[in-house]
């Protein structure tokens, strides 16, 4: 199993681009989410699905779009980077949802720069 | 407003020794805390959970404790190894799901 697999591992983006991270798994996991890492702020939850079809917000979704179109894959777009989002992202998996606690599995994580 | 906080940012231990991380919440609502470790240009790992059921679970070096009513959880780490120097976020849960709310996190240095 390789696992959470996240691409790319670096971007630099200019303000206004956009962009898609891509994040897949091959666990037949049902939940997945997407979070940022800033200094100090620990991580901070974007985005999560509970599986395919299904998406909600987190903590800080703004400038963010996600879609589960099957249940190993979970992108992360940005419409038009702004230098607020350099940050690094990571995707995490889980086996179910809502109404039991599992272990979170997380990629490598991409470090994103918007000049 | 953040809800879970590690008031140290880092910590530097001799080898052997104990090392403790600290963890405070706000949310009474939280009912499941972990703890995950994180090494650089690496996703975290899960390292250790405690359910509010219970005040202490322990895994081999690693031992969670959690005060419900002071709302506060530690992580001991004895005998603290050179390899366990990495950064630690805890993480709380609420019931309704797997949503996590992650500390700021604490950079542990272990000293040969």
């Known amino acids: 199993n390789a696992g959470v697999t996240q691409t790319p591992k670096f971007q630099v983006l200019k303000t206004g681009q956009s962009m898609t991270l891509q994040c897949a798994q091959d666990?037949?996991?049902?939940?997945m989410s997407w979070y940022r890492q800033d200094p100090g702020m620990g991580l901070r939850l974007i985005h999560y699905?509970?599986?395919?079809?299904?998406?909600d917000q987190g903590e800080v979704p703004n400038g963010y779009n996600v879609s589960r179109s099957t249940t190993e894959d979970f992108p992360l777009r940005l419409l038009s980077a702004a230098p607020s989002q350099t940050s690094v992202y990571f995707c995490?998996?889980?086996?179910?949802?809502?109404?039991?606690?599992?272990?979170?599995?997380f990629g490598p994580g991409t470090r994103l720069t918007v000049l | 407003d953040q809800q879970v906080k590690q008031n140290s940012p880092s910590l530097s231990v001799q080898e052997g020794r104990i090392s403790i991380l600290n963890c405070d919440y706000t949310?009474?609502?939280?009912?499941?805390f972990l703890w995950y470790k994180k090494y650089p240009a690496e996703g975290p790992t899960f390292l250790i959970s405690?359910?509010?059921?219970?005040d202490k679970n322990e895994d081999g070096r690693f031992t969670v404790f959690l005060n419900k009513s002071a709302k506060h959880l530690s992580l001991h780490i004895v005998p603290s190894q050179p390899g366990d120097s990495a950064v630690y976020f805890c993480a709380a849960s609420k019931a309704a799901g797997n949503k996590l709310t992650f500390g700021g996190g604490t950079r542990v240095l272990v000293k040969p």
């Open positions: 699905s509970v599986g395919a079809g299904i998406t």
């Open positions: 949310n009474s609502m939280f009912d499941y």
């Open positions: 666990m037949n996991h049902e939940y």
């Open positions: 405690i359910s509010s059921i219970k």
């Open positions: 995490a998996s889980s086996l179910t949802g809502p109404s039991s606690y599992n272990e979170q599995f």
